[in-house]
């Protein structure tokens, strides 16, 4: 157990419409992290969150969007939803306030899109 | 990130151990090796990281070359559990604004 509680950890919707991932990273981490793992691509960066602001951003498409609440729990809003999108997205979490590279992995939240 | 070449897929038996190489010839002073797996459909799992000497901790040994261009995780005793995609990575540390950028990774069978 990493720690890192990602919800739902399955989503089955159609296209076009929105959904919400949400993460609560572990306890004391300030960072964020998303990621997106389709088959064809492997895992992709999408984003990074560090005490609520916006610190990196990787390829992320502009139908999705991200934030960091106070209290660190993240949420990743996919909108608009293709076929495509269909894929694990997973959240991490870092230790402390610096991001050393040891990143800490939720279980991930499935979203398949028919 | 700088880039690594890993082996598509390597197989090992259970009960012996398992070395999984990482070319990285272009890595920066810098630059650490990290090394990531992830076992079917779960999140990945940091393993190790190091920079020029060789590290060893409960889940693994790292053994990076005197010229840093390559680089192999040791898992001593695989077993059936350790069957999992192992990902080697090389990126700053301490570094908040370059993340971690997985490759394809080796894909580790570990056989009865």
Redesign the interface.
Known sequence: D?G?TQTPKHLITATGQRVTLRCSPRSGDLSV?W?QQSLDQ??Q?LI?Y?NGEE??K?NILERFSAQQFPDLHSELNLSSLELGDSA?Y?C?SSAGT???????????S?LTVL | DAKTTQPTSMDCAEGRAANLPCNHSTISGNEYVYWYRQIHSQGPQYIIHGLKNNETNEMASLIITEDRKSSTLILPHATLRDTAVYYCIVRPYNNAGNMLTFGGGTRLMVKP
């Open positions: 990493s890192v992290y990621y492997g895992l960066f990074q560090y610190r990196a990787g694990l997973f991490a610096v991001n050393t590279g040891e990143l800490f992995f939720g279980e991930g499935r």
